[in-house]
Nanobody, 115 residues
Framework: QVQLVESGGGLVQAGGSLRLSCVAS????????MSWYRQAPGKQRELVAI???????QYTDAVKGRFTISRDNAKNTVYLQMNSLKPEDTAVYYC?????????WGQGTQVTVSS
């Protein structure tokens, strides 16, 4: 059974920073890619950032220039460094990792940005 465990969420003031971590229970190269999603209250879950096995990355426009996704293959861990946080970044952040027909999710970590 594949497990993804997120950590690093919390309460931060606007303009502050947080770093989220997602630890996988297996070698992350086994996944097609790894990504972070978020879901704000009353809104649909949205893609935030993707990192592929080759290291290429993509970001949703709302976080470009502020968030950075990275990976440590030796630790089976993906990170999301979030800087210059805004109240609209408040959401539950989820780690996602597809593998063929399967799509794995973590349990989520809450990020709350106060104004």
């Amino acid at each position: 059974q594949v497990q993804l465990v997120e950590s690093g969420g919390g309460l931060v003031q606007a303009g502050g920073s947080l770093r989220l971590s997602c630890v996988a229970s297996r070698i992350i190269f086994n996944f097609d890619y790894m990504s972070w999603y978020r879901q704000a209250p009353g809104k649909q879950r949205e893609l935030v950032a993707i990192i592929r096995n080759g290291g290429s990355t993509q970001y949703t426009d709302a976080v470009k220039g502020r968030f950075t996704i990275s990976r440590d293959n030796a630790k089976n861990t993906v990170y999301l460094q979030m800087n210059s946080l805004k109240p609209e970044d408040t959401a539950v952040y989820y780690c996602n990792a597809p593998m063929g027909p399967n799509n794995y999710w973590g349990q989520g970590t809450q990020v709350t940005v106060s104004s």
